[in-house]
């Protein structure tokens, strides 16, 4: 029932900055906490941020910490990834996310979006 929506991804150079939406609906939205993955081609799904439902606590994965905050607007049933100082190396598909709980875990996370592409050039 639940369904996430991203947007937002595309393609930046290097040193530029994204940010990636994602929208909400189908469930009540206070209930879970919201993470951010990503996927490169011939890599695992790899964790990059989780928020509690309240947006009071926020966690990344270390290659993104200091350069990417996340952000949820309860209101608005919005989540947001604010991606700055992209590097080559951020450049995958991501995927918004949404669990009963903050975890970091691929496998804990019960409904994903479809995936919004984001492309970093040097």
């Known amino acids: 029932q639940v369904q996430l929506v991203e947007s937002g991804g595309g393609l930046v150079q290097a040193g530029g900055s994204l940010r990636l939406s994602c929208a909400f609906s189908?469930?009540?939205?206070?209930?879970?906490?919201m993470g951010w993955f990503r996927q490169a081609p011939g890599k695992e799904r790899e964790f990059v941020a989780v928020?509690?439902?309240?947006?009071?606590?926020?966690y990344y994965a270390d290659s993104v910490k200091g350069r990417f905050t996340m952000s949820r607007d309860n209101a608005k049933k919005t989540v947001y990834l604010q991606m700055n100082s992209l590097k080559p190396e951020d450049t995958a598909v991501y995927y918004c996310?949404?669990?009963?709980?903050?975890?970091?875990?691929?496998?804990?996370?019960?409904?994903w979006g479809q995936g919004t592409q984001v492309t970093v050039s040097s």
């Open positions: 928020i509690s439902w309240s947006g009071g606590n926020a």
């Open positions: 189908g469930g009540i939205f206070i209930h879970y906490a």
């Open positions: 996310a949404a669990s009963g709980f903050v975890n970091m875990n691929v496998s804990l996370f019960d409904y």
